[in-house]
């Protein structure tokens, strides 16, 4: 009776005891980040992806939804960087022709200008670049997906 007993609080310890599938205690941190891009907070966003890799390392699904996710977050940062460097650029423009209106060419004012105006189209096309580099990551990434998809059936 006493190793019945035993056994029996024994099995309702170690019970007890066991987690929680760690995909699903990982899940809401990916929503969570989710949430956090769409809100433009892409620092939160990077924070909780990095979170899940440190705290459910066994979370495997979660995980690999979350570097897929992280290319997205890359992406729409790029984005955002990429439409404020634009927007710089521009006003950078409209700045040096006002600037430089009715200089002559080899004026010291009009060659600071210019140099400016060529470190702020330098940073617009790295910008854009940037985009296009996430974009294509992204694609690729389906691409390899699909042909693993098509490679299990």
């Known amino acids: 009776m006493k190793k019945i007993f035993v056994l029996a609080v024994i099995s309702l310890v170690v019970a007890s005891c066991q987690k929680q599938n760690p995909n699903t205690e990982a899940a809401p941190l990916l929503e969570e980040a989710r949430q956090a891009v769409t809100e433009k907070d892409f620092a ?11 705290a459910y390392p066994r979370a495997t699904e979660v995980r690999w939804a979350a570097l897929y996710f992280e290319d997205t977050v890359n992406l729409e940062e790029a984005k955002v960087q990429s439409h404020e460097a634009d927007s710089i650029y521009n006003f950078g423009r409209y700045e040096f022709e006002d600037v430089t209106k009715g200089l002559p060419e080899y004026h010291p004012t009009v060659r600071a200008a210019s140099e400016k105006l060529d470190s702020l189209k330098m940073e617009r096309n790295r910008m854009q670049m940037k985009v296009r580099f996430f974009h294509r990551k992204i694609q690729e990434r389906l691409k390899l997906k699909d042909k693993q998809e098509k490679k299990g059936e």
């Open 44 to 54: 939160k966003a990077h924070a909780l992806i990095d979170s899940i890799r440190k």
